[in-house]
């Protein structure tokens, strides 16, 4: 038998061949282990453009014990979501997944690679969470968005989750998704954000 397919085998292979494009694309930003709810749960691989999009990986050497959590999280923020999954866990890991998850089967080629097959499309998330979606800014971000929609300062002072119910009775869904991709997209600074080598 083989070395196991282990995650950053797959996730190495992810970059170099499913996300490419949006790796190069100036209007995306990719990155590893974002935090969902206050760091409750983490997405493997985010890509963040005209959607939020999250990508979990579960490789040979991984168990699927947390999977039913990551799907609740991922439902909650995540406007798209597909599952890399390697083929010992695929049976178990399809009947855990609502149908707009996307499925990709990750298997280790004879040379050693890591070849990709898609075996169902991502969908459209109608499901998000809007208090959720606005737990992945942070209090400074979250003040300066009610600033800018004309919030009085001292209303700003209050706790975070304040802020959060603040914004999300300010604007639609639609606008409040806008705005939360905008700000990651423009976060100076992102932990964790190196890529895998």
């Not at 085998?9 to 061949?17: E, F, G």
């Not at 802020?163 to 932990?191: D, H, N, P, Q």
Request: charged content about 25%; glycine content about 8%; overall charge positive.
């Amino acid at each position: 038998m083989g070395v196991l397919l282990n995650d950053l085998d797959v996730r190495r292979a992810a970059y170099n061949r499913l996300l490419t494009h949006a790796c190069r694309c100036p209007h995306t930003l990719v990155i590893d282990e974002l935090g969902l709810d206050h760091g409750a749960c983490r997405v493997d691989i985010a890509v963040i453009n005209g959607h939020l999009r999250g990508i979990e990986i579960k490789a040979e050497a991984d168990t699927l014990a947390r999977l039913p959590r990551q799907v609740a999280a991922y439902g909650a923020a995540m406007d798209k979501a597909s599952l890399i999954v390697a083929e010992k866990h695929y049976d178990a890991a399809r009947t855990q997944l609502p149908d707009w998850w996307g499925v990709i089967l990750a298997q280790r080629t004879a040379g050693g690679s890591v070849a990709f097959r898609r075996l169902r499309p991502e969908r459209s998330n109608r499901d998000t969470q809007p208090l959720v979606v606005a737990r992945l800014l942070w209090r400074p971000e979250v003040a300066g968005l009610l600033r800018g929609l004309g919030e009085p300062e001292r209303a700003l002072r209050g706790p975070r989750e304040e802020l959060y119910e603040r914004l999300i009775a300010s604007v639609s869904r639609a606008t409040l998704g806008a705005m939360v991709r905008k700000t990651l997209k423009a976060r100076a600074s992102w932990r964790g954000h190196a890529r895998p080598a």
